[in-house]
């Protein structure tokens, strides 16, 4: 399969950004997602970026995509102590087969 | 209204015993997957049924085997468990075709062996 990376762990304050980065490898990919994984439950898709496309906002996210150097990152405007979680991007070749990264658990501090 | 079930969320069984998970879905999409999930890691793809075309993943232990005898269901069996199968086992559907196929995942079932 293919790498998907991303950092382990990120704190904020509530109510600050959270940046969550991610790191591809496969060449072939046509869409990348976020999914949130809350303790003992199963992932659910937040939001989903088109390979072709730069930037997508949707509410209080917004992804970054940079398909040159295969970089994807989330950001969470004003974080809530309800958004700690765990965060995994996951990239989807033209097989329909999905990868995903290693997860960021993020915690908000009050 | 749940739109991928699994059945049971936690099951336990002993070295050894055969067991099978349960999935099935309203969506009616054509693809079906499971993963494992072990604890602070990714989930990790086992294999996808495409409707009855079964995709499977080289790294996936002959252990592991699936059938899915119509749309809407899709079964995980593990031949002989052993202590490193115990895991959250995840079902996801998407629909196939080209566009968003965002992947919908259902609740997990968590998998104990003693």
């Known amino acids: 399969g293919e790498d998907v990376e991303q950092s382990l762990f990120l704190s904020v304050r509530e109510g600050d950004s959270s940046v969550i980065n991610c790191t591809y490898t496969?060449?072939?990919?046509?869409?990348l997602y976020w999914y949130k994984q809350e303790p003992g439950a199963g992932l659910q898709l937040l939001t989903y970026?088109?390979?072709?496309?730069d930037m997508k906002q949707d509410q209080r996210l917004t992804v970054l995509l940079n398909k040159k150097d295969k970089h994807l990152s989330l950001r969470i405007a004003d974080t809530q102590t309800g958004d700690s979680a765990i965060y995994f991007c996951a990239d989807q070749n033209t097989g329909n087969q999905f990868y995903f990264g290693t997860g960021t658990s993020l915690t908000v501090i009050p | 209204d749940a739109m991928v079930i699994q059945n049971p969320r936690y099951q336990v069984t002993q070295f050894g015993k055969p067991v099978t998970l349960s999935c099935s879905q309203t969506l009616n999409h054509n693809v079906m997957y499971w993963y494992q999930q072990k604890s602070s890691q990714a989930p990790k793809l086992l294999f996808h049924?495409?409707?009855?075309?079964?995709?499977n993943e080289a790294d996936t232990p002959d252990n592991f085997q699936s059938r899915r005898p119509n749309t809407s269901f899709c079964f995980l069996d593990i031949r002989s468990p052993g202590l490193g199968d115990a895991a959250m086992y995840l079902c996801?559907?998407?629909?196939?075709?080209?566009?968003?196929?965002?992947?919908?995942f259902g609740p997990g079932t968590r998998l104990t062996v003693l």
């Open positions: 970026i088109f390979s072709n496309m």
């Open positions: 996801a559907t998407n629909t196939g075709t080209s566009g968003s196929g965002a992947q919908y």
């Open positions: 049924y495409y409707d009855k075309d079964f995709n």
């Open positions: 496969d060449s072939s990919s046509t869409y």
